[in-house]
T-cell receptor
Framework: GESVGLHLPTLSVQEGDNSIINCAYS??????FIWYKQESGKGPQFIID?????DKRQGQRVTVLLNKTVKHLSLQIAATQPGDSAVYFC?????????????FGKGTKLSVKP | DTGVSQNPRHKITKRGQNVTFRCDPI?????LYWYRQTLGQGPEFLTY????????KSRLLSDRFSAERPKGSFSTLEIQRTEQGDSAMYLC????????????FGPGTRLTVT
């Protein structure tokens, strides 16, 4: 995969504000997308997923938006809390092709200021 | 325990030694995946199993790497003749079955090759 180095894009928000994390995915044939949260020293934690037949899905405090035209995915976190501080990754999968291969995007580090 | 577990959590080894990691997936999950993650990057797919069958291997999986899932439950990942470039976090994930199912990750095994 493409090397992204050690410096992740960083989003810094104030506690209580809304956060929007963006992701550009690579394969127009991908039909399943997942957002993961990863805290330091831990494995990725599933947040929310969306299938390509939808353009929006809501969870608890989180909303994922999918724009297939421009291959763009976003994660919105409402009322961001200090516990939301982590690195967020989007991942894509293609059900009609290799079903084992989740392709992860470049992560975004979310920093929440109290 | 309902999550994916991995052992050991940390492994320090000298270059040239062999190491083996273990992953216990969520019970009743048929699919098991191995990923590798280096600092500042998203996880990269290595291989996956459907029950005991290894269905796909990434080109990242050199011939020094071998993975097994002998009874369709736990899996092991062995690296022979370790190199410093093998230093990374090795993540295991499992999912219910083929198709559009979220993958749940374990905490990872941090490998350091000196």
């Amino acid at each position: 995969g493409e090397s992204v180095g050690l410096h992740l894009p960083t989003l810094s928000v104030q506690e209580g504000d809304n956060s929007i994390i963006n992701c550009a995915y690579s394969n127009s044939a991908s039909d399943y997308f997942i957002w993961y949260k990863q805290e330091s020293g831990k494995g990725p934690q599933f947040i929310i997923d969306i299938r390509s037949n939808m353009d929006k899905r809501q969870g608890q405090r989180v909303t994922v938006l999918l724009n297939k035209t421009v291959k763009h995915l976003s994660l919105q976190i409402a009322a961001t809390q200090p516990g939301d501080s982590a690195v967020y990754f989007c991942a894509e999968n293609m059900s009609t092709g290799s079903q084992g291969n989740l392709i992860f995007g470049k992560g975004t580090k979310l920093s929440v200021k109290p | 325990d309902t999550g994916v577990s991995q052992n050991p959590r940390h492994k320090i080894t000298k270059r040239g030694q062999n190491v083996t990691f273990r992953c216990d997936p969520i019970s009743e999950h048929n699919r098991l995946y191995w990923y590798r993650q280096t600092l500042g990057q998203g996880p990269e797919f290595l291989t996956y199993f459907q029950n005991e069958a290894q269905l796909e291997k990434s080109r990242l999986l050199s011939d020094r790497f071998s993975a097994e899932r002998p009874k369709g439950s736990f899996s092991t990942l062995e690296i022979q003749r370790t190199e410093q470039g093998d230093s990374a976090m090795y993540l295991c994930a499992s999912s219910l079955d083929a198709g559009l199912y979220e993958q749940y990750f374990g905490p990872g095994t941090r490998l350091t090759v000196t």
